[in-house]
């Protein structure tokens, strides 16, 4: 199993300027709401925000030149979708650090101050997290990291929804060096976020900032809400991407109950049920094992996928 490798020290104290990519795609009011709760953050420090329009025209009315604050119009250069747009950001960022924000998501202004402080009491760690607020129908639930669990094993076990991109702050030179850009080669880009953070675990200890200071909205119109054959079939890349999951039954068994999920989505009934036979032979705990069994007899997924999201939680 890879395990983290480096014992060097990056300071974080003396340089806390921060590159943020926000990738959007035809949500401008959405995103207007990102770039304003990034403009707003409570850090001495220059800000550099890069829009990435992706398979839309760019609004280049969003560009603002300040002292230290600064926001850059650009188009995805890469292969279409959000990795490719996040590549784009990470390829033209100048700052020392890294950061991502979701068009339809919101930074509170204490989010990178947080951060920062979190980095200061780890200072091995070249990447970091904080808590977030899950909006969902009205409801706001929050979620906060548990730092002992974020290492590679614990990320392998477990996918950790409380952990969102929007939340991400990660030392650049770190990531163009050893963690490697965005994978654009995942199916539909689904999981390319728990892709990054398998291999951001995998060689620097992750601080955590434990407070609720992003609020992520979860609602229809987000990207992944109902794309099941996108999901089996990037799961399955995950599989053989990262052969460690074999090594860790729990997270294993948690991958093929979702992929179990996402066939009975389709209707292929078989299959799915062959999948939770898999499911339930590694944990017999696993959650999503009736679940994938429900929707195989009947059970509308979105109806399920609906109650999981009222309370935070995805399947």
């Not at 700052?95 to 009491?121: I, N, R, V």
Request: some cysteine; aromatic content about 6%; glycine content about 8%.
């Amino acid at each position: 199993m890879s395990r983290r490798s480096s014992t060097e020290r990056v300071g974080v104290a003396d340089d806390r300027s921060t590159t943020v990519v926000i990738a959007t795609r035809d949500r401008p009011a959405l995103l207007r709401r990102a770039i304003d709760g990034v403009l707003a953050q409570e850090l001495d420090g220059l800000l550099e925000v890069i829009v990435v329009f992706d398979r839309s025209e760019p609004d280049r009315s969003l560009a603002l030149t300040e002292r230290d604050r600064r926001v850059v119009v650009t188009t995805n250069q890469r292969i279409a979708g959000l990795a490719g747009a996040r590549n784009t950001g990470i390829e033209l960022a100048t700052q020392e650090w890294l950061a991502f924000c979701d068009d339809d998501d919101e930074w509170f202004p204490g989010k990178l101050a947080g951060q920062f402080a979190a980095l200061g009491s780890e200072p091995l760690a070249r990447a970091a997290c904080t808590g977030i607020v899950i909006h969902y129908r009205g409801r706001d639930t929050a979620r906060i990291p548990d730092p002992d669990r974020l290492t590679y094993e614990g990320f392998l076990r477990d996918r950790m929804t409380e952990v969102h991109p929007s939340s991400w702050l990660v030392h650049r030179a770190t990531l163009l060096d050893r963690i490697g850009l965005v994978d654009e080669n995942i199916p539909g880009g689904y999981a390319e976020d728990y892709d990054l953070m398998l291999r951001t675990a995998a060689v620097s200890p992750i601080a955590v900032a434990p407070a609720p200071l992003v609020r992520v909205w979860w609602h229809g119109a987000s990207f992944f809400f109902e794309r099941w054959q996108t999901i089996d079939d990037a799961l399955d890349y995950l599989l053989v991407k990262h052969p460690d999951f074999a090594t860790v039954p729990d997270g294993l068994a948690r991958l093929e109950g979702q992929r179990a999920v996402a066939q009975a989505a389709m209707g292929q009934r078989r299959r799915a049920l062959a999948s939770a036979r898999r499911t339930f032979a590694l944990n017999r705990r696993e959650k999503r094992v009736p679940v994938a069994a429900a929707i195989a007899a009947g059970l509308p997924a979105g109806v399920a996928l609906r109650t999981a999201h009222r309370f935070g939680r995805g399947i």
